[in-house]
């Protein structure tokens, strides 16, 4: 994880030959691969198994007596987070063309389908918990970080989510860059 880090701080710095050298470090260590679920990295139920998480920000369930919000309570309930909708179409359709692109699959009656399979998990179209106190602007709803259960719903405060910070996949692209 530390060389994955080093390898970033080098890119930054402009040391693409020793960023390349520290990227490969974590690759022929071996501790880490791709994982073939990209849902496994922004819900806790699997993300303590996951073999490409590198370094995650470690959230526990808090007790419900200490009224404390989770992530989900923020997102789905309060509207705390939104998500930008140039964000939401920047995802390519499914033939990897621009939604702008005049021989794009996409429909803009039906704007999440036919698009990127990764969208879904992280964005959903309008407001999924219609108790929701502050309605979003962009016309989507971030679920990225959100438990699967708690989507549709108003989930408590007890969720456990981590937030990832460095994925193998990371490291992966950091060498192609290095």
């Known amino acids: 994880t530390a060389n994955g880090y080093l390898a970033r701080v ?17 690759i022929d260590g071996g501790l880490f691969n791709l994982e073939s679920d990209y849902s496994h990295f922004w819900h806790d ?6 073999s490409e998480i590198m370094f995650s920000g470690k959230f526990t369930p808090v007790d419900p007596e200490w009224h404390r919000p989770a992530l989900g309570l923020m997102i789905h309930q309060w509207g705390a987070l939104h998500i930008m909708k140039e964000y939401v179409e920047s995802f390519q359709d499914i033939n990897g063309l621009s939604i702008n692109n005049p021989g794009s699959v996409y429909d ?11 969208l879904p998990l992280i964005a959903v179209e309008g407001n999924p ?3 929701m106190e502050q309605k979003t602007k962009s016309g989507y709803t971030l679920i990225k970080y959100v438990n699967r259960v708690a989507v549709g719903s108003r989930p408590d405060n007890i969720e456990g989510t981590d937030i990832v910070f460095l994925r193998y996949a990371d490291v992966l692209l950091m060498y192609a860059e290095g």
């Open 129 to 131: 918990n219609p108790g």
């Open 10 to 26: 080098l890119l930054y710095q402009g040391k693409y030959g020793e960023a390349g050298n520290a990227a490969k470090a974590v």
């Open 45 to 50: 139920a699997e993300q303590d198994a996951s």
């Open 108 to 118: 803009p009656l039906d704007p999440m389908a036919n698009r990127d399979p990764r």
